[in-house]
């Protein structure tokens, strides 16, 4: 079924090590962005993708990196994880960044202990 | 200031009744969107709903219709007919320009909707 394909679902990370969130999806959707679910807040906006290539900071960027080789894949990487990074995480995307609809993930739940 | 607000942490609605969930905005941008999402306890986030800031006519989707008030910066989610599977968290979010070709979309913080048997 097409949509954003989440990998993977749940994870476990100790404190300062490195891994990599998965987002893929074959909609040909230029617009994919990475969000945070923390209890009580919403969803905070980490980084954003306009397409290929390029890439720009929301509003919660510290501690992740991102890059857009391709138009399918947008991977969300954590350095070196940290307690606060304990999170449900949302990859999202539209078919352009003005768009009237954005698909979700599944979502991927990290805890770093 | 909070772009999205949503100022009913908790809702409690009987089935069958209608329910009100409210959304207020800020935004300098003319031409804003505006959605409701669900999201279940399962945890995914269903798309429910979009009202465009130009659209004339309130948004409606089966048992949803957005009450876009825009002098009032208001987009209220209705649910008629409440069901028991209704029961979920619901965020509203604008979608703003935010400089260059980009734009973002921003979450209010939820309110929890439960429908009573």
């Known amino acids: 079924n097409a949509g954003v394909t989440q990998t993977p679902k749940f994870q476990v990370l100790k404190t300062g090590q490195s891994m990599t969130l998965q987002c893929a999806q074959d909609m040909n959707h230029e617009y994919m962005s990475w969000y945070r679910q923390d209890p009580g807040m919403g969803l905070r906006l980490i980084h954003y993708s306009v397409g290929a290539g390029i890439t720009d900071q929301g509003e919660v960027p510290n501690g992740y990196n991102v890059s857009r080789s391709t138009t399918e894949d947008f991977p969300l990487r954590l350095l070196s994880a940290a307690p606060s990074q304990t999170s449900v995480y949302f990859c999202?995307?539209?078919?352009?960044?003005?768009?009237?609809?954005?698909?979700f993930g599944s979502g991927t739940r990290l805890t770093v202990v | 200031a909070q772009k999205i607000t949503q100022t009913q942490p908790g809702m409690f609605v009987q089935e069958k009744e209608a329910v009100t969930l409210d959304c207020t905005y800020d935004t300098s941008d003319p031409s804003y969107g505006l959605f409701w999402y669900k999201q279940p306890s399962s945890g995914e986030m269903i798309f429910l709903i979009y009202?465009?800031?130009?659209?004339?006519q309130n948004a409606t989707e089966g048992r949803y219709s957005l009450n876009f008030q825009k002098a009032r910066k208001s987009a209220n989610l209705v649910i008629s007919a409440s069901q028991l599977g209704d029961s979920a968290m619901y965020f509203c979010?604008?979608?703003?320009?935010?400089?260059?070709?980009?734009?973002?979309?921003?979450f209010g913080k939820g309110t929890l909707l439960t429908v009573n048997p």
């Open positions: 999202a995307s539209s078919y352009d960044a003005g768009g009237d609809g954005y698909t």
């Open positions: 009202q465009g800031s130009y659209d004339q």
């Open positions: 979010a604008m979608r703003e320009f935010s400089g260059g070709s980009n734009y973002k979309l921003t």
